[in-house]
């Protein structure tokens, strides 16, 4: 399986930050990655893949990169509602697995 | 607006067989090309992918379960299911269904979710 592992797991940031997660894959996966956020208590919910075609709504502080092994997403000016868990997802081979997340916090 | 829903016990007991539905509403499980998806999150890990079936009725299902997983669907009740056999406490997790659609040829990403329903495994 490919593995995923995401730094960091948690980071503390204030609104207004630029806000920067690594995801890397333990094989190259071409740009097959998609990120995800999480509020507590609530299921994913699709922010960007391909690894950077935005899904409906998505706001444009929102960016994601890279390709290979390496992937950011990067959160432009952080505001209130982002703070939130962001998980990445390859989509490149079977199965296809998930990061542990990285946590946002004030 | 797409929405599912799950449904099933929230208790199994151990070596028994966990079943849980998946109610969709605002589009249709044999309807264009979708993979509708099992994925579940144990308690302080992260999510695991455990199997697709796809709207022409192939499935897909994670290795790492060893056979044990079972996805079908009911077109008249417009939903689809998940059955897991011989369940063990690791299989206590947190349990969504989604919709996936092809971010490429082949392969999804999760676009809509149901808001998951925890299945603990215990006698």
Redesign the interface.
């Known amino acids: 399986?490919i593995q995923m592992t995401q730094s960091p797991s948690s980071l503390s940031a204030s609104v207004g930050d630029r806000v920067t997660i690594t995801c890397r894959a333990s094989q190259s996966i071409n740009k097959?990655l998609?990120w995800?956020q999480q509020k507590p208590g609530?299921?994913?919910?699709?922010l960007i893949?391909?690894p950077s075609?935005f899904?409906s709504g998505v706001p444009s502080r929102f960016s994601g990169s890279g390709s290979g092994t390496e992937f950011t997403l990067t959160i432009s000016s952080l505001q209130p509602d982002d703070f939130a868990t962001y998980?990445c997802?390859q989509?490149?081979d079977?199965?296809?697995?998930?990061?542990?997340?990285t946590k946002v916090e004030i | 607006q797409v929405q599912l829903q799950e449904s099933g016990p929230g208790l199994v007991r151990p070596s028994e067989t966990l079943s849980l539905t998946c109610s969709v509403s605002g589009d249709s499980v044999n309807s264009g090309s979708y993979y509708w998806s099992w994925i579940r999150q144990a308690p302080g890990?992260?999510?695991?992918?455990l199997g697709s079936l796809y709207s022409t009725g192939t499935t897909?299902y994670?290795?790492?379960l060893k056979r044990r997983f079972t996805i079908s669907v009911d077109t008249s009740k417009n939903h689809f299911s998940l059955k897991l056999s011989s369940v063990t406490a690791s299989d206590t997790a947190l349990y969504?269904c989604?919709r996936g659609k092809a971010?490429?040829v082949g392969?999804?990403?999760?676009?809509y979710?149901?808001?998951?329903t925890l299945v603990t495994v215990s006698s």
Request: glycine share 10%.
């Open positions: 399986d097959w998609a995800y609530k299921a994913p919910q699709l893949y391909n075609n899904e998980i997802q989509y490149s079977y199965p296809w697995t998930f990061g542990q997340g | 890990k992260g999510l695991e992918w897909d994670n290795p790492s969504y989604a971010a490429i392969a999804p990403v999760f676009d979710w149901g808001q998951g």
